[in-house]
T-cell receptor, first 115, second 112 residues
Framework: ETGVTQTPRHLVMGMTNKKSLKCEQHLGHNAMYWYKQSAKKPLELMFVYNFKEQTENNSVPSRFSPECPNSSHLFLHLHTLQPEDSALYLC??????????????FGEGSRLTVL | GQQVMQIPQYQHVQEGEDFTTYCNSSTTLSNIQWYKQRPGGHPVFLIQLVKSGEVKKQKRLTFQFGEAKKNSSLHITATQTTDVGTYFCAGPLMDSNYQLIWGAGTKLIIKP
């Protein structure tokens, strides 16, 4: 139990489908992140939200759309994905990102396969 | 651009042997973090080093931060099967408060 819960754990979708990934953190943290993890590549930061405000969008294609309705919940809406988008999508949260000292708490990830 | 290089990519050891992974940054880091990801799991925070030349120990794990704060290492003494996984280092991106630059990880494999 990490305090960060992601659903679904596994998702298979076609290129024309619309789906969403959900993340919930029970740690009282202020910052939430979406990361993409592909095989043999460093973790790639996609989006950052701090106090519900998006503070970073790392040139992520518009087929990925984040939503942060409150400090505890984060969504990643998926639409018209490509097979190369297949990866493990990790949600994380942290407390003191402003001071750049906060450790990241990761969820267990959502394994996405795009057919 | 700013990079964090981590070597080796893989290390095969016999149980009981030592393991070391190295992390080198192209720029000076204000701090460095280490994470472990078990097979099929998610990254879990191990430690953060902040001071130049800092050395911290967690049981059989020893973490070092270089004097110039551009490199770091993780050494595991007498590996056990529970140590299996991928070890990542990560440091802050310059001029950013929330972005970490990640190494590609070193996968520790215990030979049967």
């Amino acid at each position: 139990e990490t305090g960060v819960t992601q659903t679904p754990r596994h998702l298979v979708m076609g290129m024309t489908n619309k789906k969403s990934l959900k993340c919930e953190q029970h740690l009282g943290h202020n910052a939430m992140y979406w990361y993409k993890q592909s095989a043999k590549k460093p973790l790639e930061l996609m989006f950052v939200y701090n106090f519900k405000e998006q503070t970073e969008n790392n040139s992520v294609p518009s087929r990925f759309s984040p939503e942060c309705p409150n400090s505890s919940h984060l969504f990643l809406h998926l639409h018209t994905l490509q097979p190369e988008d297949s990866a493990l999508y990790l949600c994380a949260s942290s407390q003191d990102w402003e001071e750049n000292t906060g450790e990241l708490f990761f969820g267990e990830g959502s394994r996405l396969t795009v057919l | 651009g700013q990079q964090v290089m981590q070597i080796p990519q893989y290390q095969h050891v016999q149980e009981g042997e030592d393991f070391t992974t190295y992390c080198n940054s192209s720029t000076t880091l204000s701090n460095i973090q280490w994470y472990k990801q078990r097979p099929g799991g998610h990254p879990v925070f191990l430690i953060q080093l902040v001071k130049s030349g800092e050395v911290k120990k967690q049981k059989r794990l020893t973490f070092q931060f270089g004097e110039a704060k551009k490199n770091s290492s993780l050494h595991i003494t007498a590996t056990q099967t529970t140590d299996v996984g991928t070890y990542f280092c990560a440091g802050p991106l310059m001029d950013s408060n929330y972005q970490l630059i990640w190494g590609a990880g070193t996968k520790l494999i215990i030979k049967p």
